[in-house]
């Protein structure tokens, strides 16, 4: 069975932490205290490490982690900017992480050598996807140095996994992203229901993630330029005729970006 756990550090970030109940694996661990401190007291042997982009707040933690455990496997792109990785991975590549299978998904947008993790699902749970900072609940990342076209190819690759698939990303960004969804696109019942119940969660310091693909796909404006009502709020605020799914996505990160 999997034990899935985000682990909170600095303001608003999630480690994501992977356990069978003896081993562990973790995604994107910007901080090394936060981490040890969760080994240590459900007494779990670091076994990997999966890395998702080069950004400090995603790989912070991974010299002390390497010194606290000497010889982890570090998965994570092709890219130079990541000096720790000893195993590099690409679109298509296989891992066996512990019992569970993972495959790679090359996910260019918020940087060029972003990637995420897909855990396939099985007999006991639904499929995971370790998306860093491409996707977030109700959101999605900024265009650090993608485009809105590779954002939407990469959306298109997420959409194509089962409704059910949990969605882990690496922030706490859902209230935010919550006001921006309800500028966008206010009749949305399924979206104001979501608002209460996300709200009522952080009230009680409890994470809102994992999300699913389908509340996603029911919710974040990001995911739903086919909704009239998303496109005429895009419309709206470029002030222009938008044509295709990649215009209205373009039209909210920028909107989003100055929001």
């Known amino acids: 069975m999997l034990d899935l756990t985000p682990i909170p550090s600095f303001s608003d970030n999630y480690i994501w932490g992977l356990s069978d109940g003896r081993q562990a694996w973790l995604v994107d661990p910007g901080d090394a205290e936060p981490v040890i401190t969760w080994l240590e007291n459900k007494k779990l042997d670091l076994r990997g490490i999966l890395i998702t982009h080069h950004h400090a707040d995603h790989i912070g933690g991974l010299a002390q982690l390497l010194a606290y455990r000497p010889n982890t496997p570090v998965y994570g792109p092709e890219t130079d900017k990541i000096k720790a990785v000893t195993d590099r991975v690409q679109d298509g590549t296989e891992l066996n992480i512990g019992p569970w299978h993972a495959t790679v998904l090359d996910v260019p947008a918020h940087t060029l050598d972003h990637i995420?993790?897909?855990l396939a699902p099985d007999a006991s749970q639904p499929g995971v996807l370790f998306c860093g900072d491409t996707l977030f609940a109700a959101g999605c990342g900024r265009?650090?140095?993608?485009?809105?076209?590779?954002?939407?190819?990469?959306?298109?690759?997420f959409k194509a996994l089962p409704p059910e698939t949990l969605i882990c990303c690496a922030h706490e960004y859902t209230l935010a992203n919550l006001a921006f969804a309800q500028q966008v696109e206010p009749g949305n019942p399924k979206l104001q229901e979501?608002?209460?119940?996300?709200?009522?969660?952080?009230?009680?310091?409890l994470p809102t993630l994992p999300s699913t693909l389908a509340i996603e796909l029911a919710t974040n404006p990001f995911l739903r330029p086919h909704s009239p009502e998303v496109q005429v709020s895009a419309k709206h605020y470029a002030k222009a005729d938008l044509?295709?799914?990649?215009?209205?996505?373009?039209?909210?990160r920028r909107w989003k970006d100055n929001f």
């Open 116 to 118: 995420a993790y897909y």
């Open 143 to 157: 265009l650090f140095e993608g485009t809105a076209k590779q954002l939407n190819q990469a959306f298109k690759r």
């Open 194 to 205: 979501r608002c209460q119940q996300e709200k009522c969660k952080r009230e009680a310091g």
């Open 243 to 252: 044509v295709g799914e990649e215009a209205i996505i373009a039209t909210l």
